[in-house]
RNA sequence: GGGCCUGUAGCUUAGCCAGGUAGAGCGUCGGGCUUUUAACCCGAUGGUCGCGGGUUCGAACCCCGUCGGGCCCGCCA
């Protein structure tokens, strides 16, 4: 794949593109290692054409040839399957890069021999990479010099008889312990298909990172049993999964866990919450993840009623916050709300038209507090349409016409949006016409 | 055809490998909170553990079967 072109938008090979140095592997590789970056994985990277070009797989080559027929009744009675007579433990190339077609017919200490369909033949060094392993044997081999003692793998190769179970015993073969195997189920973006490293596209990853916070993403990851399918929801269950993340956060966990009369099961579960929260963190770091001044909830208001960073920047408790790391935080958001992914439900819409429906059925107690509000909103006019004369109006009527508070706010959300709940009010009344406001009160 | 993973409260799920009273968060409902970060605090509600058998003093857990969802059985990586 280090030898061949990369597809251009039409899935046809970019040969401009290749001259400039680009190449398949650059073209699917890139965006991936583009997200593990942004998710805070610094991973070794080993080429594998190029492990083969320095010989690490040498001997596990050679093994391979001479124990062909043992390497075929691994395969064949692990996996079920038959493999053909003319089968090899080996790929070669030929002389112009091509795979297929090709039948191995020898062997000697440094080269295999083949024929092709027509009719030529000829010798690849296997000391100099020109060929390399089939995958079944090529993973396990990698185990083998790498001194891989842990490996994960989507559960395509976790069954029984899959590539991992053969692969285990290869590695014995070529004189080595397996590593520890550990299966995970597949992550899909809910709607559409899966997000996975080796089955094509890398969008799922690096779409999901220009909507949500890296931390939550591994949050995602962290809190879910690895044999649990994840359906990532990009809608309303974003806004649920970042709330029970920063929940978790504002807890002191390890206080929590100095508690003697804890019993054994919620040890266990404070002990997962712990877990998950380090694993979440994207950098190492002495203060907590998330400490960003603003949640995730509060923040998607903020970004749909102000369009300047610097706007929302100063509605929120910003000391000690890395004014950098906020803007990434609210430009994602603001991808993320102008995208078809944003609920519904989260949109702030002001009403149109009075509710007139509602303003029809007003008890008595309601309609004085309307009337208190209104008052109250006039005087604001006045006195300066801004979020500190705001913020007391709801409180002051309520009072004036002793009504709980809750059910202030509730009617002056049903008035002025058609929704009982939502958020904070006044820097919501301080963004709006004061005429619209009142007009929506008024129900004129 | 053979095999692997998965199904637990309205939602997201822990517990299953080593059987011992089904736990949690969200939601909902009630209460608290003299300015609401869709916040916070307190309380309550909610489960035939997919279904049917079996083993056991005792089964979400072990065994057999069955249904639903996903996957594997490539000279692909």
């Known amino acids: 794949m280090f030898r061949i072109p990369p597809p251009d938008a039409e899935g046809k090979p970019d040969l401009a593109a290749f001259e400039a140095g680009t190449t398949y592997a650059d073209h699917f590789l890139h965006p991936f290692l ?20 320095e010989g690490r797989y040498v001997e596990h080559v050679r093994t391979a040839l001479k124990e062909r027929n043992r390497v075929r009744e691994i395969i064949e009675s692990i996996s079920g399957r038959e493999l053909a007579d003319a089968w090899w433990p080996y790929s070669p190339v030929d002389e112009r890069g091509c795979m297929d077609g090709l039948t191995v017919t020898g062997f000697d200490d440094t080269h295999v021999h083949w024929s092709a369909e027509d009719g030529r033949s000829g010798s ?13 044997l090529d993973w396990p081999a990698k185990w083998c010099w790498l001194d891989v003692t842990c490996e994960a793998f989507g559960k395509d190769h976790g069954t029984t008889g899959g590539s991992y179970d053969t692969g285990a015993e290869l590695c014995r073969l070529f004189g080595s312990e397996p590593p520890q195997g550990l299966t995970y189920e597949w992550i899909s973006l809910r709607g559409q298909g899966a997000m996975s ?78 877990s998950a929260t380090r694993l979440s963190s994207v950098e190492e770091r002495s203060v907590r993840p998330g400490a960003v001044g603003v949640t995730f909830r509060h923040l998607a208001m903020l970004a749909q009623i102000r369009s300047s960073n610097d706007e929302v920047w100063g509605m929120i408790p910003n000391e000690g916050v890395d004014r950098t790391e906020f803007d990434a935080r609210l430009d994602r958001m603001r991808h993320w709300i102008a995208s078809h992914h944003f609920p519904d439900e989260m949109r702030v819409g002001i009403r149109e038209e009075p509710n007139s429906e509602r303003l029809a059925n007003l008890t008595a107690e309601e309609e004085n507090l309307r009337k208190a509000l209104i008052a109250n909103f006039e005087q604001s006019q006045e006195e300066g349409w801004t979020e500190a004369n705001l913020s ?6 309520a009072r004036e016409v002793d009504l709980p508070l809750r059910e202030a706010y509730r009617l002056t959300y049903e008035l002025l949006l058609g929704v009982d709940v939502a958020p904070k009010l006044a820097p919501l009344l301080a963004a709006m016409e004061p005429s619209r406001v009142l007009r929506l009160m008024r129900g004129v």
């Open 124 to 136: 690849c060094d296997y000391t100099k990479g020109e060929g390399k392993l089939p995958w079944r």
């Open 392 to 397: 007391a109006n709801v409180p002051d009527a």
């Open 197 to 274: 490293s080796s089955a094509g596209t890398t969008v799922g990853p690096i779409e999901a990172l220009q909507l949500v916070p890296p931390e939550i993403l591994r949050y995602l990851i962290a809190s879910t049993k690895p044999a649990k399918a994840i359906e990532f929801d990009t809608g309303m269950g974003l806004v649920n999964l970042a709330d029970a993340y920063e929940r978790l956060l504002r807890h002191d966990l390890e206080a929590k866990l100095e508690d003697e009369e804890l019993s054994r099961r919620k040890r266990v579960a404070i002990e997962d919450d712990i």
């Open 34 to 53: 583009q997200a593990l970056d942004m998710l805070g994985v610094r991973p070794r990277l080993v080429y594998n054409h190029e492990a083969y070009a």
